[in-house]
DNA sequence: TATTGTTATACTCTATAACTATA
DNA sequence: TATAGTTATAGAGTATAACAATA
């Protein structure tokens, strides 16, 4: 039972944490001039590793063709461009343009800067919490 | 050094995380037939914990113009209600109806589920996981 | 005067269904 | 036949500006 308990408590948390975080995120995005959802497009193109755009919609939980309007208005501002996948014509793999890869440079210094509350844990605490993450998330 | 280092992988995989699941959020929601951001505003109103209007645009960090709609669909499903405030005529505080209260219960206990992943931490790691997280979420 | 919530408007986000090109 | 992406369409989510009621 505790056993369990431990458990549901700390997943609770990440959970509680998770829908907190999401209320913060149009703020962020506006400071960007981007959407939230373009945010976490930006988030999952990292330099230099062409996606496909279906598997964007993996990630995203949407359907294909909403990814097509998505595609369409962050290539129209220059951040991503679609290219030709060598594998398959079909397919049309996302790069980040130079410029995306700046807002996305900045972007990502920005959410990953820790809020002033993590100074409540120590030094040997952060690292233990990033360990104990670092199993969690792959 | 070590000091900054260790606050920033550890709340980097905390982004890591909650943008992950901000993924897979879609997909919970179609689970009980509503929107992300339905699912947001379920979880904010806690049983017998009115909040008003103004307090939720807030927490979704979204304008006010928008909670008129968000609260208007939830109301004609049946799960949420307005209701005067007693201690300020232009206030309408949010309420759970009996339904929605149902529905909001069913969806904790779904979010509250740890993933599979979750065995890979022994009962004592996942105490100390939910520890730190306590202290880091107030 | 300032604030809470609504309305009108416009744009983005999203899914469904039908389509094109390729596999 | 099946799959990747697009288009057309409709509805939900969102912000801005103007407004009504109340403080």
């Not at 995005?29 to 930006?42: N, R, T």
């Not at 509350?117 to 993450?133: G, I, K, T, V, Y």
């Amino acid at each position: 039972m505790d056993h369990k308990t431990g458990a549901c408590r700390a997943w609770e948390l990440m959970t509680r944490f998770w829908l907190v975080q999401r209320g913060h995120l149009p703020a962020v995005a506006a400071e960007f001039d981007l959407s939230p959802v373009q945010v976490h497009v930006l988030y999952l193109l990292e330099p230099d590793r062409p996606v496909p755009m279906g598997r964007l919609a993996e990630a995203l939980a949407c359907d294909a063709s909403n990814v097509t309007g998505l595609v369409d208005r962050l290539e129209a501002r220059g951040l991503i461009e679609r290219q030709p996948a060598s594998f398959d014509r079909r397919v049309r793999v996302l790069a980040l343009t130079p410029s995306g890869t700046r807002v996305r440079t900045q972007l990502q210094r920005r959410l990953s800067a820790p809020p002033k509350r993590f100074d409540r844990l120590s030094a040997a605490e952060r690292q233990a919490l990033a360990r104990l993450l670092e199993r969690l998330l792959d």
